[in-house]
Nanobody, 115 residues
Framework: QVQVVESGGGLVQPGGSLRLSCAAS????????MGWYRQVPGKQRELVAT???????NYADSVKGRFTISRDNAKNTVSLQMNSLKPGDTAVYYC?????????WGQGTQVPVSS
C-alpha cells in the first residue's frame, strides 16, 4: 500500500521559517519525482516546488529564493524548507510522488502565516 504523509505544518509568524517533511512508502522512491503543491480555499492548487529523480529542482516564482526542496532517497523523504514566510504563503501544503504512470498525493498539512 502506497502512503504519502506530510508533517511539519503549523502556525508561523511572518518572516519566520518552517520545514515540511514528506515520507513516502510502498514505492521505489528513487524512481519518482517529488514535489509540493499548495491550495487556498476557493483557489486552484498551485505548484510550489518539484525535484526530479535526478535531483533537478523547479520553483514557483513566488517562492524562489525563499523555499528550498530537497530529497533523501535513503530515507524515502522529501523536505521543503520555507524561509521569510509571508501571509500570502498561507495554504494547505500537499506532497506528491510522480512517476510516468501514476501520481500519489498526501492528505496535506496546514501552514497559517499570521501574527
Amino acid at each position: 500500500q502506497v502512503q504519502v504523509v506530510e508533517s511539519g505544518g503549523g502556525l508561523v509568524q511572518p518572516g519566520g521559517s518552517l520545514r515540511l517533511s514528506c515520507a513516502a512508502s510502498g514505492i521505489i522512491f528513487s524512481f519518482y519525482a517529488m514535489g509540493w503543491y499548495r491550495q487556498v480555499p476557493g483557489k486552484q492548487r498551485e505548484l510550489v516546488a518539484t525535484i526530479t529523480d535526478g535531483g533537478s529542482t523547479n520553483y514557483a516564482d513566488s517562492v524562489k529564493g525563499r523555499f528550498t526542496i530537497s530529497r533523501d532517497n535513503a530515507k524515502n523523504t522529501v523536505s521543503l524548507q520555507m524561509n521569510s514566510l509571508k501571509p500570502g504563503d498561507t495554504a494547505v501544503y500537499y506532497c506528491y510522488a510522480k512517476s510516468t504512470y501514476v501520481d500519489y498525493w498526501g492528505q496535506g498539512t496546514q501552514v497559517p502565516v499570521s501574527s
